[in-house]
């Protein structure tokens, strides 16, 4: 396979927002003769119009040094080759074959930048029949670069008439159309297995020529690796820092996510305040590429509430924690003396900015008011207001009355008065006492015992008047003599009895009137006579004085078998005669062994009998047998019995016993006890329920095994104990039961406690994300007891950042490695032709779901205003605002005077005018004008042959492709600047 190269364009400025490309032409026969065509047709147009013009007033000798330098630029060209086109001329290929040609031996399949680069094709490929494939291919049902893999705008779009058509269903690659006798140049949708010719280009950027921190730039015959911002060194390998924050101190607290490094480019910080405390600054700061942060560390301030005022008779006591009336700050109210708080004593500023209560104040304190008392006056002094705190009140009586109180009382500090208000009362005498077992008649002065009140007195029945009959009160409050008494008449002493007591009441006085006397006996002895006497009103008792004898008990009779002895201290079978008992050998005293005479004239207890000796009675062990012998009597002194057990249990004790004269058995019933077991205990996260016939875990004890919830037995449920002494199986345990094992989700990790074993029951795990994600989900899974986990397994979500738009006049390309607009996308903006960029050209998505700056916008070039020129007429249209990009400006002189220089300016992308500023000339000399040109001529021709007729042929096919270079830097396209490949294999935006 064959290919021609082809020239893009020669070396093209371009503005600072694009990369540098220079291109190059390598020989094709085709092209040669179209140059030569136009070589010559150039050199026949050469002197006449604006081109001849630049040379009127121009010396014949510089003319031709001028010819001299084009010649030797001509001869030894300066610069290295890059950029380039090929086209295959051999073969016909698919469109997937074109592909793999391009790729294997060039970059790709061509990505036509815009009109220029079309017109430039057609002009210099040759015509085929079959035209050329090139780098455009409907994926997913969208025409797509392949080389970038990027959407075919609106704006590139280059279809020819009615096409895309996709006639057969199945056309989903592109052909351009060169040198069609219509639309040249256009494209046209084609089944790609169609076979035509590739078309392809050659570009000195690659994906490996730069790492991931730097884009490639097209230089002259060359590239170079430049960093993108924030990053900087040879090989772009360090990352731009920011000031370190980490020396900040409560109470501001900050949140930062590195991810280049520690406060370098793209790290974010977020900041915030403890509680009561308002921030000061920006929340968030991020880490620009010039090492700056986006603004100054924010600072933490107190929440300010409002001044307190010293409240009247009060003051504050305050304490601030960060400044006067501040958040946290607390204020004390104390009132001075005879004031009260009215409302809260402390209040505290809060974390909204408002007191914790109303502001308190002091109120005066009042006391209760008063009225002046009956009979008297009273004259008040308030200071403050009525009955209120140091208020005074002075009180007098009436004449004949006296004050009964304090003569002045004054309001406290506790609003109280200092004593009760007095009363006005009359003089009394003392009030008398009521006559004790007598009568009082008095007369009474306004219902008291006044001055000339008097009183009368007598006695009841057994009492007699010691004193006054009737007494008087005096002027001077005293009575005539003291108030009289009754007393009560004597009986004569009465005294105990012998043996007995005498118990008196003395109401009226010892043995008087109503005097009673009980008469009793000691413990044995009754009373003979009357229990009661009482004396009389006439002094006389109402009896004689009884006496004390001594009880007497029935007397004892001799028993067979039995020996009494007896003792009388007051006298036979009197009270407290005691009497003792005694058997014969071999019997035992059945009943007491003492009686004593009571003195109730009973004996203290039944009489006693003596009986043989017996033991108490044997039952036969359980699960056992017993026999037994009774010589005396049943269970008696000599009684024996022996025992044995059933089969299956072993007898504990001594196999026989005897009933010993002490009444007691030789040995213990001994017992059958069942074989024994080896303990069972529970199983570990379970339980054990037995029953125990015979004993905890005896012959047949029978054990249930359960397993607590979320464990599995593994054994039998049930075991019992064999008469051997054996259970019927092993001891069964208990598993815990099995979830599924867990993995940890993308961008993220989980951290999993396992008590029992891994991911069994009781197993939690603790899901997080990383650093920009978000949990979807529940962020704790527990093992449940059925197998299952508690909640589906999460998953870390990306943070979405907001929806970005191409700026208008402008384009977007962002790449998205976590989702749509998501965590760690990266946008880059880029402009049409003709405008510049506004703002950041990179945003990038934050952890936090921000970007880290604001949308750019695109604004059109403009270039200078051109002035005004003397004789020259100026007519320029604005299709994008005034003097701006697409601005054309045409010029004519007036009459008499000639253009020197273009005849239409345009504004180019670059901001700057395509030509300079023509001027109008005078019209002068015209036969010098003839000789110059004549001039010219003859030095072309002496040129010519000086180099063998060869370097007239190189000039002028120099300015031809000097013609062609022109063309193709036309700025009129609408599909982007001349030399910016954005639809190139690698792209720097990318």
């Known amino acids: 396979m064959q290919s021609a190269f082809l020239h893009s364009r020669g070396s093209v400025g371009t503005t600072s927002l694009h990369r540098g490309r220079r291109c190059s032409v390598y020989a094709n026969p085709h092209r040669e003769k179209r140059a030569k065509e136009k070589s010559e047709e150039f050199a026949i147009k050469m002197p006449t119009g604006e081109a001849s013009g630049r040379f009127q007033n121009r010396q014949t000798d510089e003319h031709i040094l ?78 797509t670069w392949v080389g970038t893999n990027k959407k075919l705008t609106k704006e590139a779009e280059n279809w020819a008439y009615r096409e895309p058509n996709n006639r057969r269903d199945n056309q989903d690659c592109v052909e351009i159309y060169i040198k069609r006798d219509r639309e040249a140049g256009k494209w046209n949708d084609e089944p790609c297995t169609r076979k035509k010719r590739a078309l392809c280009y050659q570009a000195s950027c690659h994906p490996s020529s730069c790492n991931e921190r730097s884009e490639c730039v097209e230089t002259i015959g060359n590239h170079t690796c430049q960093c993108y911002p924030g990053y900087f060194g040879p090989e772009c390998e360090y990352v731009v820092q920011c000031r370190d924050l980490s020396a900040i101190h409560k109470p501001l607290h900050m949140n930062c996510n590195h991810p280049l490094g520690d406060f370098s480019y793209r790290s974010s910080c977020a900041f915030s305040c403890e509680e009561g405390l308002e921030l000061s600054g920006p929340a968030t700061l991020q880490c620009l590429r010039s090492g700056n942060w986006t603004a100054e560390i924010p600072q933490c301030k107190a929440v300010q509430c409002k001044s307190l005022n010293i409240p009247a008779h009060g003051d504050f006591n305050c304490s601030h924690v960060y400044g006067d009336f501040q958040y946290q700050s607390i204020c004390d109210c ?96 003392q009030p008398l006492q009521a006559l004790a077992h007598g009568n009082s008649s008095c007369f009474h002065i306004n219902g008291e015992f006044q001055y000339q009140s008097n009183c009368t007195f007598s006695c009841d029945e057994g009492f007699s008047l010691l004193g006054e009959g009737m007494i008087w009160c005096t002027a001077h409050g005293e009575w005539t003599s003291a108030t009289p008494v009754c007393q009560a008449v004597e009986c004569p002493k009465l005294e105990a009895p012998k043996n007995g007591q005498l118990n008196c009441s003395h109401p009226h006085g010892y043995f008087a009137y109503n005097s009673s006397c009980a008469f009793s006996c000691d413990t044995g002895f009754v009373r003979v006579g009357s229990e009661n006497l009482n004396c009389m009103a006439l002094g006389e008792w109402t009896g004689s004085e009884p006496v004390c004898e001594v009880q007497r008990c029935p007397k004892l009779r001799d028993l067979e078998n039995m020996r009494m002895n007896c003792s009388h201290p007051l006298g036979s079978f009197s009270y407290r005669s005691a009497c003792h008992f005694r058997c014969d050998e071999g019997y035992v005293l059945n009943g007491t062994s003492t009686m004593k005479c009571q003195p109730d004239a009973q ?21 056992g047998s017993m026999a037994c012998s009774h010589p005396v009597g049943m269970f008696a002194f000599q009684s024996s019995c022996e025992f044995a057990c059933e089969p299956g249990f072993n007898l504990t004790g001594i196999k026989a016993s005897h009933c010993l004269a002490t009444g007691n058995w030789s040995a213990p019933v001994p017992t059958c006890e069942a074989i024994e077991c080896e303990k069972m205990d529970a199983p570990a996260n379970g339980e054990l329920n037995c029953s125990h016939p015979y004993g905890d875990f005896m012959y047949r004890s029978s054990c249930v095994f359960y397993c607590n919830s979320g464990f599995t037995r593994i054994g039998a449920e049930q075991l019992q104990c064999t008469a051997a002494g054996t259970w019927t199986e092993e001891p069964p345990f208990c598993e815990a039961d099995k979830c599924p094992a867990l993995q940890k989700p993308d961008h993220g990790h989980f951290n999993c406690l396992h008590p029992h074993s891994n991911f069994a029951y009781g197993s939690s795990c603790n899901f997080s994300c990383s650093v920009g994600f978000q949990l979807v989900g529940s962020g704790v899974l527990d093992c449940l007891a059925r197998g299952n986990w508690s909640e589906q397994v999460p998953h870390c979500k990306a943070s979405i950042c907001p929806v970005l738009h191409a700026p208008v006049n402008g384009k977007l390309n962002c790449s998205h490695p976590h989702g749509y607009f998501a965590y760690n996308s990266s946008c880059a903006f880029s402009c049409d032709t003709g405008f510049v960029r506004v703002g950041s050209e990179m945003l990038n998505c934050m952890a936090l779901g921000e970007w880290t700056g604001s949308d750019p916008v695109c604004e059109v070039q403009r270039c200078p205003k051109p002035r005004d020129i003397k004789n020259m007429r100026m007519n320029c249209s604005h299709p994008l605002g005034s003097f701006s990009y697409r601005s054309a400006c045409h010029f004519r002189c007036d009459e008499g005077y000639i253009l020197n220089g273009t005849s239409t300016m345009k504004c180019q992308p670059d901001a700057q005018w395509s030509a300079e500023m023509p001027f109008c000339q005078e019209t002068k000399a015209p036969f010098l004008k003839q000789v110059l040109l004549y001039t010219g001529s003859v030095a072309a021709s002496l040129v010519a042959l000086t180099l063998s007729g060869g370097l007239i042929g190189l000039v002028i096919k120099r300015l031809n492709r000097r013609g062609e270079r022109k063309m193709l830097l036309s700025h009129t396209s609408d599909l982007g600047v001349p030399g910016v490949f954005s639809n190139a294999a690698f792209d720097s935006g990318s």
């Open 334 to 429: 104390k009132c001075t003396e005879g004031f009260a708080i009215s409302g809260t004593e402390s209040i505290m500023c809060e974390k909204s900015g408002e007191w914790s209560s109303p502001v308190p104040t002091c109120k005066v304190k009042q006391c209760q008011e008063i009225e002046s008392p009956r009979r008297g006056t009273m004259d008040c002094v308030n200071p403050i207001g009525d009955f209120a705190y140091n208020s005074t009140c002075d009180f007098s009586c009436e004449a004949g009355f006296q004050l009964n109180g304090s003569k002045t009382l004054y309001c406290n500090a506790a609003g109280q008065w200092s004593s009760h208000v007095p009363l006005c009362q009359g003089v009394q005498c």
């Open 603 to 623: 004996w203290s207890d039944e009489m006693p009998f003596c009986q043989a000796i017996e033991c108490h009675s044997l039952q036969r062990p359980e699960k």
């Open 66 to 143: 001028l010819l001299a330098v084009i010649a030797w630029g001509l001869l030894f060209p300066v610069g290295v080759d890059a950029w380039t086109y090929h086209y295959g001329d051999k073969s016909d290929l698919t469109w997937k074959e074109a592909r793999v040609f391009c790729q294997t031996w060039y970059t790709d399949l061509v990505a036509i930048q815009n009109q220029e680069e079309i017109a430039y094709l057609n002009a210099v490929v040759p015509f085929y029949k079959k035209y050329y494939w090139i780098g455009i291919r409907k994926i997913n049902n969208t025409w």
